[in-house]
Nanobody
Framework: QVQLVESGGGLVQPGGSLRLSCAAS????????MGWYRQAPGKQRELVAA???????NYPDSVKGRFTISRDNAKNTVYLQLNGLKPEDTAVYYC?????????WGQGTQVTVSS
């Protein structure tokens, strides 16, 4: 079992920045890759960033150049730096971890971009 706890969401003005954190605990050694997804009201959950155990990253075009995913293996924590935020980035952001047998989700953290 893997437990994921997100933090760092909040209200920010357009153009602002936030850093989300995802602390993992439990069967850490089983995690092959991690990522961040988001879900806006009335929309499907979508991937916004992913990072492999080797450190390779992947982003959709909608956030490329604005969002950065990183990981601190010593702290079992994955971060998502959000820069240049836009109102359309407003959503609940979820941390995801993929083990060899299944995936795990965090509880989500709300990001609201509004003036």
């Amino acid at each position: 079992q893997v437990q994921l706890v997100e933090s760092g969401g909040g209200l920010v003005q357009p153009g602002g920045s936030l850093r989300l954190s995802c602390a993992a605990s439990g069967s850490i050694a089983s995690i092959a890759g991690m990522g961040w997804y988001r879900q806006a009201p009335g929309k499907q959950r979508e991937l916004v960033a992913a990072i492999t155990s080797g450190g390779s990253t992947n982003y959709p075009d909608s956030v490329k150049g604005r969002f950065t995913i990183s990981r601190d293996n010593a702290k079992n924590t994955v971060y998502l730096q959000l820069n240049g935020l836009k109102p359309e980035d407003t959503a609940v952001y979820y941390c995801y971890a993929q083990s060899l047998s299944r995936g795990y989700w965090g509880q989500g953290t709300q990001v609201t971009v509004s003036s």
